[in-house]
């Protein structure tokens, strides 16, 4: 089994900043893609970013030079940096993970969510 926990999540006012960290630990063997979802009240999830193993990124428009989603392959971990943020940046952010782990062979997993709340 394959764990998420994300941490980072909180209460800033409009255009300050976050970081998300997010931290995959079980028996895993190998990572593919990371990401960042994240889900407001009434809305479906939606994606963030994501990031492959090999470091290549994409973004949802509406956080283009704003967020920065980066990982650290040794530790499992990918992070997500949020600036300049807008209160309809406010939502349950969701980190994603699949990949291969021992026993279970392909994997995806979701962490439990970390809310991030942004004031005007």
């Known amino acids: 089994q394959v764990q998420l926990v994300e941490s980072g999540g909180g209460l800033v006012q409009a255009g300050g900043s976050l970081r998300l960290s997010c931290a995959a630990s079980g028996s895993i063997l190998s990572i593919n893609d990371m990401g960042w979802f994240r889900q407001s009240p009434g809305k479906q999830r939606e994606l963030v970013a994501t990031?492959?193993?090999?470091?290549?990124?994409n973004y949802a428009d509406s956080v283009k030079g704003r967020f920065t989603i980066s990982r650290d392959n040794a530790k499992n971990t990918v992070y997500l940096q949020m600036n300049f943020l807008k209160p309809e940046d406010t939502a349950v952010y969701y980190c994603?993970?699949?990949?291969?782990?021992?026993?279970?062979?392909?994997?995806?997993?979701w962490g439990q969510g970390t809310q991030v709340t942004v004031s005007s």
């Open positions: 994603n993970a699949d990949g291969h782990s021992d026993g279970l062979g392909v994997f995806g997993s």
């Open positions: 990031i492959t193993s090999g470091g290549s990124t």
